[in-house]
């Protein structure tokens, strides 16, 4: 396993096994989990060469204590990968390496995608999401590049860099894995204390139950129903609850035949926000 900080020296790396072999490529912000773990197999199985990158990107938080409070363990992380016993190349970076000059995005037009849900909630977010991705996806140059179903709003949304950028990557999508109570897999879990991790099983339990009810109730029921369970839950606050069209992500109001759904669900478990989504139909 080679481990490399520095851009250039990844470049130098990679440049001669480029020709021949097929790069995957998955980035992550660390503190890695057997979510993380389930994309790097994938990765591993369909190329020849797998770069994991870990850098918890600055510009991509419009909240400095969030940023500030990220999960950073490097070394549990590296530990991890090694346990695969596979040839991994890891990219470590320091800001520096990354924004030599200025810490600041790119503004982005992502056809209206980035204004939707978390771009609601997170002003600046995908801006910063869409900068660092072009970075690294210049950098490393992958043949594919890996991201879970959890963040399903990101992945689309890197879809559509890639397309805006004139970028040969393959942008592969990859199911949610769940913790033992159905929480999605996800950094921030660590901060959970045992009784909100328990709690915050009801994120689930209410996908589901949109999910069952989905083809014989209106979404207009279907919202005040997930309400009405986060009422009901005092450890968990829901910041959102959306039906949106998988291609668009605009709200549903009204179910189209033909058309795609996904169910939304962003709630906050004491200072720590938790995401999850499932598709409908």
């Known amino acids: 396993m080679a481990i490399y900080t520095h851009k250039q020296s990844l470049v130098q790396a990679l440049s001669p ?6 790069i995957g490529f998955v980035p992550t912000m660390g503190a890695l989990h057997e979510g993380h773990i389930s994309l790097v197999k994938k990765a591993l199985d369909e190329n020849d060469v797998v770069v994991i990158s870990i ?12 940023l500030d409070k990220y999960p950073r363990t490097p070394e549990d992380d590296i530990s991890l990968l090694h346990s695969l016993d596979k040839e991994l190349i890891i990219y470590l970076p320091e800001v520096s390496d990354l924004y030599s000059e200025s810490v600041s995005s790119k503004n982005y037009d992502f056809d209206g ?19 660092i991705l072009d970075k690294f ?16 709003q990101q992945l689309q949304i890197v879809r559509k860099l890639v397309e805006i ?8 999508g990859c199911p949610i894995l769940r913790e033992s109570n159905g929480l999605a ?12 991790f328990e709690e915050a099983s009801v994120i689930y339990k209410v996908l589901n139950e949109v999910k069952e009810n989905f083809s014989s109730t209106s979404i207009s029921a279907l919202n005040e129903l997930v309400a009405e369970r986060f009422l009901q839950n005092s450890h968990l606050n829901l910041e ?13 109001e009204q179910i189209s035949n033909g058309a795609k759904y996904r169910a939304f669900i962003a709630a906050y478990a004491g200072e720590v926000r938790l995401i999850d989504n499932m598709s409908l139909n």
Do not use: C, W
């Open 240 to 252: 959102y609850f959306e039906i949106a069209d998988e291609g668009t992500l605009k709200t549903a």
């Open 185 to 196: 897999m996800s950094s921030r879990n660590k901060r959970l204390t045992e009784k909100q």
């Open 113 to 131: 995608l980035e204004n939707e849900m978390e771009g609601k909630h997170r002003k600046g977010h995908f801006d910063g999401v869409g900068t």
């Open 55 to 66: 850098f918890v990107n600055p510009t991509q938080f419009n909240n400095s204590s969030d």
């Open 165 to 172: 950028e004139n970028l040969p990557v393959n942008i592969v």
């Open 137 to 152: 996806f210049r950098i490393v140059q992958p043949d594919s590049a890996y991201f879970g179903e959890k963040d399903f």
């Open 17 to 22: 096994v480029r020709e021949n072999n097929k």
